[in-house]
């Protein structure tokens, strides 16, 4: 299968003319980097994507793990992609040196993790959360956890995973019950249940060492009452060697898709002999876990995003070869039949398409900006880094998950009967994306978040920052005539975002926090599309700039293409902010004052 | 399994107050009927489908159809329901009664075909698909073909089909390449190879009856020389017994969703022994299928709507109780959690699935009832249902296929984590529903027959019934004081579809056919939205009318619950026009501008 599932023009693109990714390389932390050096690393995760993870995509789907006898069983590629990925350096490529990392910038480090996900998500998932969850204890933990643990994640050997969920707290997390009771000895003993967790456990891995959240006997109530731990399926005895820790697989979902991962629910001290270890301070647990939510949430953006691209790539890979039907003007049944992407509808779904991958990309990207700009620099510049990407997680989930099916959906359609069927790989990135708004936050939550939180800290700074940056892309695409249109409507949409933000704040101080945040959903969608209209018109400055310089005929497609993909979705993406702000601002509060009794019939 | 997977409340609402079925029994044809007969009729139906259909909705899907050599088998209840439907009439509940039929008004055998369709969508699609295809050989064979196929086909003994889609002819027919060459005899022979057909191949029928597209040798290219036929697999020898007619199930495909029902790959007349008889007159064939391409479009707005229908049922059960998190404004971790209905949230979430479902049924049963009357009347008003039809089919067809398709999606977010799990039945409506946007013609098919067929119907009539019959709904509504609002915003919406239609149709005087369908998809899109629209409007009144009167407690719920649904259509979903509108009044032709080339990269 040499398909392809990504551009790497495009993600240099990204990186190099939008981003200036080399810029970072002036900060004496990233001093030792330069562009050759983004190349090779770039180079090296295309290879080990097709060598390794392209060829596996589909037969790990069709081959998912299985469960017997309390063993989970995942396809044998697992043990060889952990260890290339352990041995390659792909678990710890921004860890810094000093700990035996590569000190990668995120924007580098990301623009890889983008390539796994494209050529196959659920692979990339093993190697991904074990990065995570070793950063969790290397940033919390002391040295006796890191010396354990963090080398053997690190290395591909152990697997990492993120342990919250339980089966009465979902998206609740206040109402964990697992327990913690302290021993007087540097472990606790944990018991209780989980559900959800991915990678939860697997046969490709020497050991499992969960990161989970639990409840100290005594602890205060709710959220501030959650503290971390280190619980290792396996823990080292006093030879060393690795005995059964009392975390028991009780049982293995089958879901829609997103197979060749399994995610599994736990039975933990069953017998009373579960040992955990604090990291860090007591109630303090969720504050570290964030962290790594924060790391993921990113990161299901960008899977979500590598997925779409991979469907967007097979969808016009099909619109280019099959022939089908007649441009409408010139009907004439004894000519041949045209190339599908030939009609106008395929070229608008496949705009909408790389509308949508090519924004989401950059978006993610740009995050990964902030994270490197943030480690680097000091002070107010670093806080403003810090409240930007703040700000913009809960969008940079939700937009991709969101719109990244429907991306999906739109490049099945493409295939029409074909793309139902699993001779073609649509069907099965249909089936893997929608995991993406439920993982790491439904939407629903996020939007709360976004709209209840976010946008309120230090009273609205986040949200100024994020002003200030759309003004400055407004700004200097006025100064370029081809974009003066585009600068023009993202500002009115600007306006009326802001327009919309302080009605709904007013709200709040009038009627309370239900109506406030009855509809943040909508808000994060409105937000949403802003967003990525601001992607497209930073993209469009840098592509203005490319043309006008001597460019090769082969990049004048490709520009030209990025500036018809800004036409679409300034034309067709960006006006469904209308309709969201219709109902933002209608006082008719439906959905709160609806009694629960009104569903019966 | 006693779940819920549709509401007979809101059926017979449907029905008797706001279509007023009651009022076709005034008509000679339906005269021997009335409300206890089609009480009967329903309530038979709702046993048959909780008896027969319900109870495998999971085992068909988890056991597909096996295809080995050369035989697809498929789940045992096929032949059972096959038989159950022949014998229980339901295979013929609309055939006059001189031809043995139930001669029931379309309205309730729809009604019918939803609950069969809510209980098992796969199963039910045996049975529908024979008999549409009797009905072509009724309405357009000639006696011997009758006798022959018909009453085997109605008894549940044959299978019938529809045989349109050729390797290199999916949306385009014109190009369709099967041959037919006459042997002077009463039977032509037929060779070449058909795909996707649904119910092409299986062991539960004693024949296969394919109603197949093919072109006679020397007719005329493209859509004017298609003919009709009737090809066999097995045809009735001298002696009456079933031989090979060499129709050979050359391939199965494997599908993402809709997997109790095999769709197949034919190969037709490889011996050179394949016969078919042709329908009605040489070249008339797609004027034939039509009808029952038109049925079956109705037929899948159905399915969609069924579907989506179960899959809110079973939303709205896991919702009630389902408890997980409080109220945003009371927050305290001591107290217990609520149930996820009472978050508002959730309940737009539960308001998008009622009003799209809801809607949409009441969209369906009011083109029923436009078959109903066109049936019985004469003349003008013969021809205004027959028009009214002609327009509304592409939305009928599509709005419920793709936003059926949401609210499915919508109803697995409610579950959270578990919706992406086969433990509950979500994940299946949502790989299920997804056939819906491509069966019978794709979205964008649609479209296009809305916008470049049915609006230019007769100069516009049918469009011109259509505001018609829109404006009656909002003069009424305007009346009633708690309508009034709702009235108002659908004269707005209907007079920019008014505008958007007069300058899509000067577009194509000044432009040409190109840009005038360039976006026909969203055209669709704007009339499906403001078409369900004005179906909330009727059911409105009626609500207000029954609320006027006495009116008992349970019944009460369910009308509030009504308007609530009311209300979220007119507040979330009809602003959805504006940025349709805002795209479809907009001078930039991209999309038909953009040169294929541009998406190189």
Redesign the interface.
Known sequence: MAAKFF?E??LKFLLYDVLDVEKVTQFDYYQDHNKTVFDMVIKSADKLAKDLLWPVFEEMDRNPPTFENGEVRVHPIVQKILKAFGEGGWISSTVPYDLDGEQLPHMIADACQFIFAAANYPASAFPGLSDGAARLIENFGNKELYDVYVPNMRQGLWQGTMAL?EP?????L??ITIRAVSTGSEYYHITGQK??ISAGDHNAAENIVHLMLAKIDGAP???KGISLFVVPKKRLDKAGALVSNDVVTSGM??????RGCPIVQLSIGDKNNCRGWLVGEPHNGLRYMFQMMNEARIGVGLGATAMATAAYYAA?DYA?TR???????R?D??QP?V?I???????????FQ?AVVEGSLALLLQCSRFVDLQKVSQDTEKEKYSLLLDLLTPVAKTYPSEMG?QAI?QG??CF??S?????YPL?QY??DA??H???EG???IH??DLL?RKVTIQNGRAFSLFVDELQDAISKAREIPALGKYAQSLEGALEKLQNVTHHLLSLAQAE???PF??????YLEMFGIITIAWQWLLQGISVQKALGSDCRK?DV??Y??KM?TL??FF??EL??????I??LM?D?R???E????????
């Open positions: 551009s023009k495009n969920t009465e707290a979902g998206s609740s206040a109402d559900i959800f109530s709710g959220v979902y089958h879901k829609l898709g997103y016009l280019r022939r089908q039907g007649r441009i409408v003007s009907k049944p004894a039949q190339p992407i030939e009609h106008a509808d395929v070229k608008r779904m496949l705009l790389r099916i959906s099945l359609q029409g009967g793309g139902y069927c699993d001779d069907e249909y089936r929608r995991i708004p439920i993982h439904t939407t629903g939007g709360m209840g309370g926090l239900e945040l009855a509809d943040a959903t909508l082969s497609d490709f030209q293409g018809y036409r679409y034309g067709y006006p469904k902010i209308k309709g969201l219709e109902r209608d008719d439906l959905t709160v609806m009694d629960a009794g009104f569903f019966n019939d």
